[in-house]
């Protein structure tokens, strides 16, 4: 490299306007975590900089780095993604989900495997190959788990029995209880003797408890499965809010992605 200047491959999670000219990148790396890179007159049609400063770009980025700043010298795309942007809802979805890879991204902490996620859920939202809604809820729940807050849906949380099709998800503890610790609490709180439960419980079916444990099995294909289209809509209030409110965040993009489905 010459001197000073380094180089990075990764995914523009963002790119925001900086004054008339300029565009400030959020880059998703492998090896550096996020990095924020500065493309001096991006916004022209005629800069060289133009086609790799859009988001959901993945590409090769070669920058001085001075100070606090990064300056972009060379780009070059490596896949641009860009049928993404064809249809409103995969568009929408992609969005929310760079945002949310934007929060959980750490300056120089390297994270591999949540680029590789962003770039899967990216390749299959522009392949159409599952309902956007899948791809969504899988992205969610392996990204909030690979942020640390992975559920434990191995056995009860109330006796400690390994359960084959738990009856309720925790949203809040990251847990699930077996049908009959929830009859038990059922009849505990109706004579005022609840102690410590669940608080935010999430009614599963046998469905939707095998998807979410394939999704979290590590399995060479966590989108691969297929449910009746009412275990899927659980499933993905379920990854919804358990990101959420693990989180504990509001997404501007997640709001329009619903506007954008609900029409
Ligand atoms: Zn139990």
Same mark, same amino acid.
């Given at each position: 490299?010459?001197?000073?200047?380094?180089?990075?491959?990764?995914l523009?999670?963002?790119?925001?306007?900086?004054? %008339?000219?300029?565009?400030?990148?959020?880059?998703? *790396?492998?090896?550096?975590?996020?990095?924020?890179?500065?493309?001096?007159?991006?916004?022209s049609?005629?800069?060289?900089?133009?086609?790799?400063?859009?988001? /959901?770009?993945?590409?090769?980025y070669?920058?001085?780095?001075?100070?606090e700043g990064?300056?972009?010298?060379?780009?070059?795309?490596?896949?641009? /993604?860009?049928?993404?942007?064809?249809?409103?809802?995969?568009?929408?979805?992609?969005?929310?989900?760079?945002?949310?890879?934007?929060?959980?991204?750490?300056?120089?902490?390297?994270?591999?495997?949540?680029?590789?996620?962003?770039?899967?859920?990216?390749?299959?939202?522009?392949?159409?190959?599952?309902?956007?809604?899948?791809v969504?809820?899988?992205?969610?729940?392996?990204?909030?788990?690979?942020?640390?807050?992975?559920? %434990?849906?191995?056995?009860?949380?109330?006796?400690?029995?390994?359960?084959?099709?738990?009856?309720?998800f925790?949203?809040a503890?990251?847990?699930?209880?077996?049908s009959?610790?929830?009859?038990?609490?059922?009849?505990a709180?109706?004579?005022?003797?609840?102690?410590?439960g669940?608080?935010?419980?999430?009614?599963?079916?046998?469905?939707?408890?095998?998807?979410?444990?394939?999704?979290?099995?590590?399995?060479?294909?966590?989108f691969? /499965?297929?449910?009746?289209?009412? %275990?899927?809509?659980?499933?993905c209030?379920?990854?919804?809010?358990?990101?959420?409110?693990?989180?504990?965040?509001n997404?501007? *993009?997640?709001?329009?992605?619903?506007?954008?489905t609900?029409?």
């Amino acid at each position: 490299m010459a001197n000073g200047e380094e180089s990075c491959r990764g995914l523009v999670l963002r790119s925001t306007d900086i004054g %008339d000219h300029d565009k400030l990148l959020t880059v998703l *790396t492998a090896e550096r975590g996020k990095l924020t890179i500065c493309a001096k007159g991006a916004h022209s049609l005629k800069s060289k900089y133009m086609p790799v400063s859009q988001q /959901f770009i993945y590409g090769d980025y070669t920058f001085r780095e001075k100070g606090e700043g990064r300056w972009l010298k060379e780009g070059s795309i490596v896949e641009s /993604f860009f049928s993404v942007r064809a249809e409103l809802t995969r568009l929408a979805a992609a969005s929310y989900m760079m945002g949310v890879a934007e929060v959980i991204a750490l300056e120089e902490e390297p994270d591999p495997e949540l680029l590789r996620l962003c770039l899967n859920s990216l390749h299959l939202l522009a392949a159409d190959k599952y309902p956007v809604s899948q791809v969504k809820a899988v992205f969610e729940l392996l990204a909030v788990s690979g942020a640390g807050f992975a559920p %434990d849906l191995g056995s009860c949380a109330g006796c400690g029995k390994r359960t084959p099709y738990p009856a309720v998800f925790d949203l809040a503890g990251g847990v699930v209880f077996c049908s009959d610790c929830v009859k038990k609490r059922e009849q505990a709180a109706r004579f005022g003797e609840a102690e410590e439960g669940y608080s935010v419980p999430a009614p599963l079916t046998p469905g939707v408890a095998d998807a979410l444990r394939h999704i979290l099995s590590g399995a060479d294909n966590p989108f691969a /499965f297929r449910l009746p289209e009412e %275990d899927l809509r659980l499933l993905c209030d379920i990854c919804e809010r358990y990101l959420l409110l693990q989180l504990d965040m509001n997404f501007k *993009t997640l709001d329009f992605y619903h506007e954008v489905t609900a029409s």
